[in-house]
């Protein structure tokens, strides 16, 4: 079945940086994207940025332009979310989750990875 | 920039209907979808491009979308229907999500 499979939660100091991977398998991974979504504490979606498997082509979110970074690993099907100079805000859920194109319906999505930022 | 509205809370008994609305300007323009979440899970897809269900999700879940607003119908409301549920649209380049919508099934 189609699977998304994130890493582990992480504790960040605030500056560093983080990487969340993941995984997917069950489908062509090539004809569709990943979107990167996040959830702080308590608080609803905020889309990140989408990036095109095949190509490697992204679409990030204005807000976070120059701090985010994704990227992918077409052998091992894994798709990578890297943010910078973390804040305390950044605190939150990260999901990953499928879609054909960033304008698509995101089905399914990853189980979640929590990011803590702490000093 | 593009803004998703909807209530904070919606309310219905078990067996009834619940409606939750999505406002935007010109959103019936726009595809629309929606998700569940339940406490401690991830969003999971319930209507996409308007009124479409996904493979798994009950004939009770509905969608519709004209004008400025969109809504997620719920008929025969049961009680593991009880979740957040989530607007989306795409507008200049970004995804948009409404704020979300804590169904309570009483």
């Known amino acids: 079945q189609v699977q998304l499979v994130q890493s582990g939660a992480e504790v960040k100091r605030p500056g560093a940086s983080v990487k969340v991977s993941c995984k997917a398998s069950?489908?062509?991974?090539?004809?569709?994207?990943i979107s990167w979504v996040r959830q702080a504490p308590g608080q609803g979606l905020e889309w990140m940025g989408w990036?095109?498997?095949?190509?490697?082509?992204?679409n990030y979110a204005q807000r976070l332009q120059g701090r985010v970074t994704m990227t992918t690993d077409t052998p091992t099907t894994t798709a990578y979310m890297e943010l910078r100079r973390l804040r305390s805000d950044d605190t939150a859920v990260y999901y990953c989750?499928?879609?054909?194109?960033?304008?698509?319906?995101?089905?399914?999505w990853g189980q979640g990875t929590l990011v803590t930022v702490s000093s | 920039s593009y803004e998703l509205t909807q209530p904070p809370s919606v309310s219905v008994s078990p067996g009834q209907t619940a409606s939750i609305t999505c406002s935007g300007h010109?959103?019936?323009?726009?595809?629309t979808c929606w998700y569940q979440q339940k406490p401690g899970q991830s969003p999971a897809l319930v209507i996409y491009?308007?009124?479409k269900r996904p493979s798994g999700i009950p004939e009770r879940f509905s969608g519709s979308n004209s004008g400025n607003t969109a809504t997620l119908t719920i008929s025969g409301t049961q009680a593991m229907d009880e979740a957040d549920y989530y607007c989306?649209?795409?507008?200049?380049?970004?995804?948009?999500f409404g704020g979300g919508t804590r169904l309570i099934v009483l």
């Open positions: 069950g489908y062509t991974v090539t004809t569709y994207g």
């Open positions: 990036i095109n498997i095949y190509n490697g082509d992204t």
């Open positions: 491009q308007d009124n």
């Open positions: 989306q649209a795409w507008d200049s380049s970004t995804v948009i």
């Open positions: 989750a499928r879609s054909a194109t960033p304008a698509d319906y995101f089905d399914p």
């Open positions: 010109k959103l019936g323009n726009k595809y």
